[in-house]
Each structure stands twice: as C-alpha cells, then as structure tokens.
C-alpha cells in the first residue's frame, strides 16, 4: 500500500548571524506497509516521526527540501495526489489537537469525514465506542478537554473509510480504557483491509498491535523488526540502539541508555548511533552504514548479523 524509499528531508535556516544551516531532519528513509498490517513507528522526540507523516500527506513547511520517492497503491505519490487523497484515502490523525476545525461543531467534523455509509450513524456509532454523549456532539473544539478534542481526531480518521491511516502519537492524554479502545480500533481497521502507520514514542504500547516496528533515530530509520523480535533480552533484535529501548523497559532490566540523541544539524559523519553505541569502530564512525536485510529484517549496522 505505502512504500518510503531514500526519503530524506531537510531545511536551509539561518543562524542568528544570518549564516546559512543545513539541517537534516531525515536520511535515506526506507519503510512500508502492506495493505491489512500495522506499522509502528517508533522513536524519540525529535526523531523525524511528525516529518515522515507530514512528508506522506504532502503538508511539510515551504522551506523543507524533499528527495526521494514516496509510493501508495504502486503509483507516486505527486502533490497534486497527494492533494485529492488527503482526508479520503490517506488519513492522518494528528500529533496535536489543533487540527481540529475551530468553528465547527465537532459531530459535524466527525459527519463530513464519512465517504461511505450514513454520517449520522456512523457519527454515532464512533461516539459511543468512546462513550460521548450526544452532549458532546453540540461542543465546539475549545470546549472539550485534551483527551476528548483526541477522541475526536481518532473518530474523525476512523469514520473516513481511508486505505491508509497515519496515526502520529494518537494515545497521549487518554485513559487506559480509551487508549485500549484506541489501539482496538486500529487493529479493527487493519483487519479490514487498512494499512495502519502508528506513530509512538511509547514502544510497549506499539508492541500491543503492531505487526512490524520501524525504529527511527536522528532522522534514520535503524531497523525494522517484527513484533516476535521482541523478546527475551533482545538478542534477535539487529540493532543496538533497538536492543537499549528495549533493555530500558522497566519489564527489562530498566537499563537506561546514556547521552542523547544528535541534532539535526549537528549529525556524526558516520552512523548517527555511533556516539553512544557500545560496538562502534573507527569505520562506525566514518561512513554512515548501508541499510541491509538480516534475517528477514532490515538493520543499518555494520556489526549485526
Ligand atoms: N520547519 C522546520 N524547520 C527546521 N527544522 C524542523 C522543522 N520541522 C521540524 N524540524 C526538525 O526536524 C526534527 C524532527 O522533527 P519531528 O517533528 O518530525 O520530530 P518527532 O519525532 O515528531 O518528535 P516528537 O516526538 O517530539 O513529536 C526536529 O529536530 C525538528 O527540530
Ligand atoms: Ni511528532
């Protein structure tokens, strides 16, 4: 359904003494998703995960200077498509709740959403899985709570009937229930034919329903797992910084993983996970590696096998 290849995204700023900087939000990023099967996205603030969904709907800033090819249902992905499937057959749920239409009342954003089948009872039906009232159908988006203003999001997507939903942190705010409620629904569109990209920093929660985790590092996606992959102390995992986020569940040991994550434009020559990773050489740090199959997933490190 969706295929990312050497996408990478970056943006010319300048300093504050208007000197120009290059910074690199995103590197050679491959990734996709059949049609049916869930894609968590996973990585730390910062990472690159709002850019990537941004980059599919076709909404980046002006100033981002885009390389590389983004394919859906096999055809390119060109702006003008882009444009007709937006809110149709590409949904995205966004990060924050400021998408929502401020002068519309929000039973009416969740109504125009439907392509196909009755909006009313759609609407409804979408209320009640979260259990909004009618009440709260009346409201206006400044007059919800932060959890609520969510819900909406998440229904708006969900009543749309897309064959692609890209979810960027749809969880946060919510209460266990309705975080359950929320993952339950994804995996219920995925069942029915959705390809479902799921955007978290929250790995334990992306391994409840995801089929594939893509782990996104300063702009780089470094693997691509299974959700089998995720086991024991991580030993079939192909990365180290994937092998660090897993050890750092508090399941797992609670290892945490010193240092932090470089900024864009402040990246390493090499691997961008060289400066903190345990099995970095010289040759580490001098080219950035290639991004390989290793059993059945993909890794870029040079020392996995
Ligand atoms: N318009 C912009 N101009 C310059 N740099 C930008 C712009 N938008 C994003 N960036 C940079 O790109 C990087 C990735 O941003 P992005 O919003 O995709 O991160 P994220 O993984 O979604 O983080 P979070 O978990 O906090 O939402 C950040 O370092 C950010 O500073
Ligand atoms: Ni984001």
């Known amino acids: 359904m969706l295929e990312v290849s050497e996408l990478s995204i970056s943006f010319h700023r300048l300093d504050r003494h208007y000197r120009p900087i290059h910074t690199v939000a995103i590197h050679k990023l491959e990734l996709s998703i059949e049609a049916g099967e869930i894609l968590a996205v996973v990585g ?21 200077q885009v390389t590389g090819t983004i394919n859906f249902k096999g055809e390119k992905l060109t702006a003008d498509r882009q444009q007709s499937l937006r809110g149709k057959d590409i949904a995205l749920i966004p990060q924050s709740v400021q998408y929502l239409d401020p002068l519309m ?48 999001l998440v229904s708006t ?22 975080m359950r409620e929320t993952l ?43 959700r ?17 986020l897993w050890r750092a569940l508090p399941g797992n040991g609670f ?17 961008v996970f060289a400066p903190r990773c345990a099995l970095a050489t010289s040759e580490c740090e001098q080219f950035p590696p290639e991004s390989r199959t290793v059993r059945s997933g993909r890794v870029r ?4 096998a």
Do not use: W
């Open 255 to 271: 290892v945490p993983l010193p240092g932090a994550q470089p900024l864009p434009d402040a990246l390493p020559t090499g691997c």
């Open 105 to 152: 009342r929000v039973g009416d954003q969740v109504k125009q959403a439907v392509r196909r089948g009755d909006p009313a009872v759609l609407q409804q039906k979408a209320f009640n899985k979260y259990k909004l009232s009618d009440f709260v159908a009346k409201l206006f988006p400044f007059q919800l709570s932060g959890g609520m203003a969510r819900k909406i």
């Open 301 to 304: 490190c040079i020392h996995s």
């Open 228 to 244: 089998s992959d995720f086991t024991g102390d991580g030993e079939r995992l192909r990365h180290p910084y994937t092998q660090a």
């Open 157 to 178: 997507a969900t009543v749309s009937g897309a064959q692609l939903l890209i979810a960027d942190e749809p969880t946060p705010g919510l209460d266990p229930s309705s």
């Open 184 to 226: 339950g629904r994804f995996k219920q569109l995925a069942e029915e034919g959705c390809a479902v990209m799921l955007i978290t920093h929250d790995i334990e929660a992306a391994l409840t329903i995801a089929d594939r985790i893509a782990v996104l590092y300063a702009g780089t996606v470094v693997e691509i797992a299974s």
């Open 44 to 64: 730390s603030s910062g990472s690159g995960k709002s850019l990537l969904a941004h980059a599919i709907l076709g909404i980046l800033p002006r100033n981002a």
